[in-house]
């Protein structure tokens, strides 16, 4: 599977933008899918995630709240809404996907190494 996010941009704090994520040519029901940013200068940092076959979503604390998970019906395309945006949210926003069978943790899939497919990252920046 490839893995194609866009959505970044700029926008003033206290804005909404909403970044996808495409699974080319695959659905991702049975995988688990998750946003990670990095912000210069910091290490990538898990964002969300929607585990596999309905097995519900989780968020960051820093972002619990103002940010969403959510996938279309097709299955194909992951998004994250993000809301009430801060300066402190700007980051390269990457998407991923753990198509490994085998189920993990939830706090493994809080972690880079839980995830085997990356998308390429869209820039968010957020003006104060």
């Known amino acids: 599977v490839q893995l194609q996010a866009s959505g970044g941009g700029l926008v003033q704090a206290g804005g909404s933008l909403r970044l996808s994520c495409a699974a080319s040519?695959?659905?991702?029901?049975?995988?688990?899918m998750g946003w990670f940013r990095q912000a210069p200068g910091k290490e990538r940092e898990f964002v969300a995630v929607?585990?596999?076959?309905?097995?519900?979503?989780y968020y960051a604390t820093s972002v619990k709240g103002r940010f969403t998970i959510f996938g279309d019906n097709a299955k194909t395309t992951v998004y994250l809404q993000m809301n009430s945006l801060k300066p402190e949210d700007t980051a390269v926003y990457y998407c991923?996907?753990?198509?490994?069978?085998?189920?993990?943790?939830?706090?493994?899939?809080?972690?880079?190494?839980?995830?085997?497919?990356w998308g390429q990252g869209t820039l968010v920046t957020v003006s104060s």
């Open positions: 991923a996907a753990r198509t490994s069978s085998r189920r993990t943790m939830l706090s493994e899939l809080q972690t880079n190494r839980a995830y085997d497919t």
């Open positions: 040519g695959r659905t991702f029901s049975t995988y688990d």
């Open positions: 929607i585990r596999r076959s309905g097995g519900g979503t």
